[in-house]
């Protein structure tokens, strides 16, 4: 007798976990995850503590504390110079895989199709299938993991319900441009089509970039989500708090499921961030020029040995082109390296729906002290 039967039955534990675990194994150095080993702001500690003390222990309201969502809110204007309403535009999420998560089961349903970009973040395509939609995968092509716009208008039809949009990107650590959002505005004007931006990274950009949000751009912000997270932005990636900004109608269909899936956020941490912004509301302004010292110190200890450094233009990580020292094969190169030299990194290939035979693994550099 069967008593389960899969949902997913080719999905397999992510690449994530597997190098993670790999790495505790043999007590290897993982430059792999992407978590920060140095500790978050005291002043931030002490806002939890004070929450938890204060008696912020029971569930918040579903759509988020309104004191956090008036601080996001403020934040928003002072880095775009938008206006939300953080009542009907702004939710609290568990960080921000649940919301885009919550938001594709909200918007995705049997028959469609949703448009991804490879190499896609692991999350996308389970949550597209568990909708019952077809995830269609069009590969950013390296060596520069650029857009082919092309290809996208393409795949776009009568089926197309949702555009899966990342930048800056995580794992090619490329940043979309205005011209690219353009792009996408023009490949899926005038059909019933949504795009979800994976913006989690919007502070975490080098050499003097501006992060192009969708909320600014004026034909995607009507039919987006765009989704942030502390976890990055305050580099604490275990506070697990996210938010999801969308116009009011898309907001209600993802409030929708949100209540049913995860209902409410840890009570004591968003009274602690909405503190923290409240005391520090240009906090997020120093972070680039804080990873960008991080990455150039890295390329810097790199710069000499076999491997290409390609271009960080943001996220927390650096690609590494092993093509002067390996063959093709990034997963038996990461492989290599950690059981050689005790060095756990990320390959691309696991992100791609079908695996192409890449010289490029992906390291963390936030780590670089």
């Not at 008593?3 to 397999?12: E, I, M, T, Y």
């Not at 996308?124 to 995830?135: D, S």
């Amino acid at each position: 007798m069967t008593f389960a039967r899969s949902k997913l039955p080719d999905v397999g534990t992510t690449i994530f976990t597997v190098m993670s675990r790999r790495a505790r194994e043999l007590g290897a150095l993982n430059l792999g995850q992407g978590f920060p080993d140095y500790d978050i702001d005291p002043r931030l500690t002490e806002l939890v503590a004070a929450a938890m003390s204060a008696g912020h222990n029971q569930y918040a309201p579903m759509e988020g504390l309104l004191a956090l969502r008036e601080a996001i809110a403020r934040k928003l204007a002072l880095s775009y110079g938008l206006t939300v309403d953080p009542e009907t535009q702004i939710t609290i999420t568990l960080g921000g895989t649940e919301a885009i998560y919550s938001a594709i089961q909200a918007v995705v349903g049997p028959g469609d199709e949703v448009i991804a970009f490879d190499p896609a973040y692991d999350s996308y395509e389970p949550a597209v299938r568990l909708a019952g939609a077809r995830c269609v995968r069009v590969p950013l092509q390296p060596p520069h993991f650029r857009y082919d716009w092309d290809r996208v208008r393409s795949c776009v039809n009568d089926r197309t319900r949702l555009v899966l949009f990342n930048s800056p990107h995580n794992p090619t650590c490329t940043r979309a441009s205005v011209a690219d959002l353009d792009a996408l505005a023009a490949a899926t004007r005038g059909r019933d089509i949504l795009v979800l931006s994976d913006e989690v990274y919007e502070h975490v950009v080098f050499d003097g970039g501006r992060h192009c949000t969708v909320l600014e751009h004026p034909e995607l912000a009507p039919r987006s989500f765009a989704v942030f997270s502390f976890g990055k932005t305050l580099h604490a990636t275990g506070l697990r708090v996210g938010y999801c900004i969308a116009p009011p109608v898309l907001t209600r269909e993802l409030r929708k499921v949100h209540q049913f899936n995860t209902f409410s956020i840890a009570h004591a941490l968003q009274h602690a961030i909405a503190h923290y912004l409240e005391e520090k509301p240009d906090c997020w302004r120093t972070l680039s020029a804080f990873f960008q010292a991080k990455r150039d110190r890295l390329r810097a200890a790199l710069e000499g040995t076999a491997f290409a450094l390609p271009k960080a233009e943001g996220t927390f990580f650096q690609l590494l082109d092993f093509s002067r020292l390996a063959p093709p094969g990034d997963v038996a190169f990461a492989e290599a390296t950690l059981a050689e030299a005790g060095v756990a990194t990320i390959p691309l290939s696991p992100f791609y729906e079908k695996p192409p035979q890449l010289s490029v693994v992906r390291q963390a550099r936030q780590h670089a002290r």
